[in-house]
């Protein structure tokens, strides 16, 4: 597996590549456990799939501030139905592909959604973003 090109973006965990052929997340993850001496999950995505998040808009023109959970996989459609079916007040979720975006509807401390809600109902582990940040990496790295 040779990488190259690598850097990391913002500190949090964010890493962009060039590969020559496409690495298998899994592989990744063994030589980070190796490397490092404990399990770090890998949410591998394309330039071409950043870039598509970056630019998707699932709210329209509603404003708020809005977040992306990265997904391992896309997640079983029962369960989306039952993730969709947790939100309360302004909030607003949205489910495409492997991603599950967040509009805030008001002061993240008046939210009723929670991460750990999108983990339990999925049955799969998230990273979260900004879009913001989606969108600068996309911008610095991948247009």
């Given at each position: 597996?040779?990488?190259?090109?690598?850097?990391?973006?913002?500190?949090?965990?964010?890493?962009?590549?060039d590969?020559?052929?496409?690495?298998?997340?899994?592989?990744?993850?063994?030589?980070?456990?190796?490397?490092?001496?404990?399990?770090?999950?890998?949410?591998?995505?394309?330039?071409?799939?950043?870039?598509?998040?970056?630019?998707?808009?699932?709210?329209?023109?509603?404003?708020?501030?809005?977040?992306?959970?990265?997904?391992?996989?896309?997640?079983?459609?029962?369960?989306?139905?039952?993730?969709?079916?947790?939100?309360?007040?302004?909030?607003?979720?949205?489910?495409?592909?492997?991603?599950?975006?967040?509009?805030?509807?008001?002061?993240?401390?008046?939210?009723?959604?929670?991460?750990?809600?999108?983990?339990?109902?999925?049955?799969?582990?998230?990273?979260?973003?900004s879009?913001?940040?989606?969108q600068?990496?996309?911008?610095?790295?991948?247009?």
């Open positions: 597996m040779a990488l190259t090109n690598v850097d990391t973006f913002i500190a949090s965990g964010n890493v962009i590549f590969a020559g052929m496409p690495p298998r997340p899994d592989e990744i993850e063994a030589a980070l456990e190796v490397e490092f001496g404990f399990a770090i999950p890998i949410y591998l995505r394309t330039a071409a799939e950043v870039i598509a998040v970056a630019d998707l808009r699932p709210f329209g023109d509603s404003e708020g501030p809005v977040e992306v959970s990265f997904l391992p996989a896309a997640p079983d459609p029962e369960a989306v139905d039952e993730l969709l079916a947790t939100i309360r007040g302004t909030d607003q979720l949205a489910v495409v592909g492997a991603e599950v975006y967040w509009l805030l509807g008001g002061p993240r401390g008046e939210s009723t959604h929670q991460e750990a809600t999108v983990v339990k109902i999925l049955g799969m582990p998230t990273t979260r973003r879009i913001r940040t989606v600068r990496i996309a911008d610095r790295y991948l247009r």
